[in-house]
């Protein structure tokens, strides 16, 4: 696995969305007024139990959001892409634990580098599948999916997905092989690749995979 490359210049490319973060802010306060404003006049205009509990869950929703917001839960980054260099927001979470994202405006796959947001380097291979691409069928991947090595087995990996319907949630199952190496048969199948939920591919499916470069190809980069 190779490491996020040290960014050359002290200068970070990340720094707090003021305006995402203030905007959450005044909509988690707003809410949880606006479910007081609620309470209040359901007193006066004696609207009784609906009232109340319409304003009981404006203001929990308001409250807790606001809380979750000053304990840095919520937060919003802008980042410069290093790639295009077209400032994105993000999640601040989006960054952290080694996860990677693509930019919202060329799809270059990103992380975190000692504070500054570098684009994935070739080459990458993740401990774990953080690396999305579109399920296609038939599955056009001859090398091990981890390491690219010659493969000489298969391994069943397996995505669900539910799909809320009008009277009964509807369940998809999608089973999918993948070439392996020997040394990586016996790994465990979800830190190869998942098949995961999306609202592309086939039934909506994508592979995550731990091989960056693969991932690239099939997201054809
Ligand atoms: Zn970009
Ligand atoms: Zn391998």
């Known amino acids: 696995m190779s490491e996020a490359p040290e960014n050359s210049t002290d200068e970070s490319n990340v720094s ?28 006066i205009k004696g609207w009784g139990f609906m009232g109340y509990m319409g304003g009981g ?7 807790s959001m606001l809380v979750a917001r000053l304990k840095g839960g919520v937060k919003f980054i802008s980042v410069a892409c290093p790639v295009c260099s077209e400032s994105g927001t993000y999640d ?7 996860n990677a994202q693509p930019c919202d405006s060329c799809g270059a796959y990103l992380w975190d580098a000692k504070g500054s947001v ?15 691409a579109p399920l296609k069928l038939p599955i056009e991947i001859e090398a091990c999916v981890v390491c690219g090595e ?3 087995f298969k391994i069943q990996i397996e995505g669900t997905t539910s ?21 990586h048969q016996d790994n465990e199948n979800a830190a190869l690749a998942t098949a995961v939920y999306t609202e592309d ?21």
């Open 16 to 43: 707090d969305a003021e305006g995402a973060n203030t905007g959450a802010m005044v909509y988690a306060v707003v809410i949880s007024i606006a479910g007081l404003i609620l309470g209040v006049v359901t007193f």
């Open 150 to 152: 010659d493969a000489s």
């Open 118 to 132: 570098v684009a994935v380097p070739a080459g990458t291979v993740h401990a774990r599948p953080i690396f999305e």
């Open 92 to 98: 601040a979470e989006t960054f952290e634990e080694n």
């Open 57 to 63: 869950l404006l203001t929990v929703a308001g409250v």
């Open 163 to 183: 799909k809320m319907g009008v009277a009964a949630t509807k369940y998809i199952t999608r089973e999918v092989e993948l070439p392996v190496c020997g040394s």
């Open 201 to 221: 591919g086939v039934d909506g499916f994508a592979l995550k995979l731990r091989n960056f470069d693969l991932s690239e190809r099939l997201r054809g980069r």
